[in-house]
Nanobody, 117 residues
């Protein structure tokens, strides 16, 4: 599975961005897709995930500001980021997960999101 993320950039506090991640290759049996982020000097952390059935999960720090969605026909996951804060600055990584016959995680190259005035 290959994951191609796009949509990062420099934005002012309070601004918005939309990240996209398209999956290709052996995409059958992908169950969960999601976004993680890693800020300088910090560990990678979960941002949001969405199952193939549409169930979502968000980190507490982004609830109400971030919205994850998925287009199964296009094998693409999106992250709408609103009301950006400087602490959202990080490299955002796309993830795809298969759970059968065993768990496999796939990662895309990150896309930089910088929130600064």
């Amino acid at each position: 599975v290959q994951l191609q993320a796009s949509g990062g950039g420099l934005v002012q506090p309070g601004g918005s961005l939309r990240l996209s991640c398209a999956a290709s290759g052996r995409i059958f049996n992908i169950n969960v897709m999601g976004w993680y982020r890693q800020a300088p000097g910090k560990q990678r952390e979960l941002v949001a995930t969405i199952t193939s059935g549409g169930s979502t999960n968000y980190a507490d720090s982004v609830k109400g500001r971030f919205t994850i969605s998925r287009d199964n026909a296009k094998n693409t996951v999106y992250l709408q980021i609103d009301s950006l804060k400087p602490e959202d600055t990080a490299v955002y990584f796309c993830n795809a997960r298969k759970d059968w016959p065993y768990r496999m995680d796939y990662w895309g190259k990150g896309t930089q999101v910088t929130v600064s005035s």
